[in-house]
């Protein structure tokens, strides 16, 4: 019996019937554009939400963990009253989501374990909502497709959770595969796989490990601003998306706009751009062309976007001082979480060391580094 296996059994009384797994994720470019109907270029991690899940025979969820002592029971009858558990409210909001959807939903036993470091910024909570999303439906009986997966996945994020964020996470969550990045068009939810031959280099994630940040509410106040920014730009141009205006336009406005909205507009047209830069570049084999994108998006975040702060410029700064480190940007919605960097890999546990002590230094706390293995999502 595997280690979740056995876990589950004391837990539970009985072995599990499946186990799944959904992925964390690392956005490699396009950030907070998601939501403006942008195209985004993330990938799953090797870091995973593992579900073990068994039918129960009632109508109630109950569910554990592995690495946090937590337990849940949510009623399937009545979805709708676990709003503020402190813990399981994901579970339950995917649960409220599918039923509203029409899916056929039994009671399971669900344990979970997870290897997504929580709010590290690489999506355990997108990937807890995949896996249940995924689990649910199997126990139940239902077809689902990964697209499917993800939308109700964000559904009961926005919905049952009040976090406004937008597809990728859940996207990539459910729909990443092993060494490709993920071009998904937030728009049509029509997605590319494009392959990551990063040759001699591999991707580092450092986690700041910033304790406490404003994630959530600059979040919901930077998403406020760019339809405020939309909303100024229909008065002189015809559009529905921020993302099929070019920077260009932005330009033209920008006294229109005023020079906070300016900003933020101007973040997310030119971050457009980088993309379909960088999708070239990679397909192209050009790395250090990529690389170069990656630190112009993290200086557009820091100074048009203003979602960095002193945790993620100091590991962006000290990353650009290292040999064999090509590109360095912040990844996900900012304020605390992750950079990823793009390093040589014969230069990793140098980096690791230089920018681990000059973190340090600066602000009086470690980093955490991970080597990113891009693995695929949904799996089981
Ligand atoms: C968070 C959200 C995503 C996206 C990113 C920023 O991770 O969940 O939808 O907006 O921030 O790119």
């Known amino acids: 019996m595997t280690a979740i296996e056995s876990i589950f059994k004391e837990e539970f009384g009985a072995e599990p019937e499946a186990i799944f797994s959904a992925a964390g994720r690392v956005n490699l470019i396009g950030e907070h554009i998601d939501y403006c109907g942008g195209r985004v270029l993330p990938a799953a991690l090797s870091l995973k939400c593992r579900v073990a899940v068994r039918k ?13 002592d937590a337990r849940a029971e949510i009623d399937l009858t009545n979805t709708g009253a676990y709003q503020n558990l402190p813990w399981g409210n994901y579970q339950a909001g995917v649960a409220d989501e599918m039923k509203r959807a029409g899916y056929n939903l039994v009671g ?8 997504v470091p929580f709010g590290s910024g690489l999506s355990s909570s997108a990937a807890i909502e995949v896996a249940t999303a995924y689990a649910l439906a199997k126990m139940g009986g239902n077809k689902i497709d990964k697209v499917e997966l993800a939308v109700i996945s964000q559904r009961a994020e926005n919905n049952y959770c009040g976090v406004n964020c937008g597809i990728m996470d859940q996207f990539a969550s459910a729909n990443g595969k092993k060494d490709h990045a993920i071009l998904i068009d937030c728009a049509t939810l029509e997605y590319e796989h494009i392959p990551l031959n990063l040759g001699d280099f591999v991707l580092v994630l450092a986690n700041c490990n910033k304790p406490h940040n404003l994630r959530e509410s600059k979040y919901n106040e930077r998403r406020d601003e760019v339809e405020v920014a939309l909303k100024i730009l229909k008065t002189k141009i015809s559009s529905d998306n921020l993302s099929q205006i070019s920077s260009d336009t932005v330009e033209r406005y920008k006294d229109l706009l005023g020079e906070t909205i300016y900003r933020r507009a101007k973040h997310v047209t030119t971050e457009c751009e980088r993309v379909a830069k960088s999708v070239e570049a990679l397909k192209n084999n050009d790395l250090a062309g990529f690389g170069r994108l990656m ?3 993290h200086d557009s975040l820091k100074y048009d976007y203003e979602v960095t702060g002193r945790e993620l410029d100091t590991l962006v700064e000290a990353a650009r001082l290292q040999k064999g480190c090509i590109g360095s940007r912040m990844t996900g919605a900012g304020f605390g979480g992750c950079t990823v960097s793009l390093v040589k890999k014969i230069c990793v546990n140098e980096f690791i060391e230089n920018v681990g002590q000059r973190y340090r230094s600066v602000i009086g706390y470690d980093a955490s580094f991970y080597v990113a293995d891009i693995a695929d999502g949904i799996v089981g």
Do not use: H, K, Q, V
């Open 56 to 68: 129960n025979g009632t109508s109630i969820l109950r569910i554990a963990a592995t690495t946090i």
């Open 295 to 297: 630190y112009e998006s």
């Open 108 to 115: 399971c036993d669900i344990l979970y374990d997870c290897t």
